[in-house]
């Protein structure tokens, strides 16, 4: 077929996390992660007309890993 590429390295999307999915995996109220997102301290997008936050899961794990180092230096 002419003109039609198909890609085979493609990545496949993941899907993004609301603001629901996220407090709900972290077990902390929304509105936590919606003050963390305020602070940049969990990276978000924006996204639609009405400017909702969504997550890469991806983001969500450097977040927790960070955050049990942070724990860990506690303990000590």
């Known amino acids: 077929m002419r003109g039609i590429r198909i890609m085979e390295n493609h990545k496949e999307i993941d899907p993004m996390l609301t603001v629901s999915d996220v407090a709900r995996l972290l077990s ?31 983001d969500v794990t450097s977040f927790l890993s960070q955050e049990s180092k942070i724990v860990e230096v506690r303990k000590r």
Request: positive net charge; aromatic residues 10%; glycine residues 6%.
């Open 28 to 58: 902390v109220h929304i509105n936590t992660v919606r003050r963390w997102s305020n602070q940049e301290i969990l990276k978000a997008y924006r996204v639609g007309s009405r400017g909702d936050r969504r997550f890469q899961r991806e």
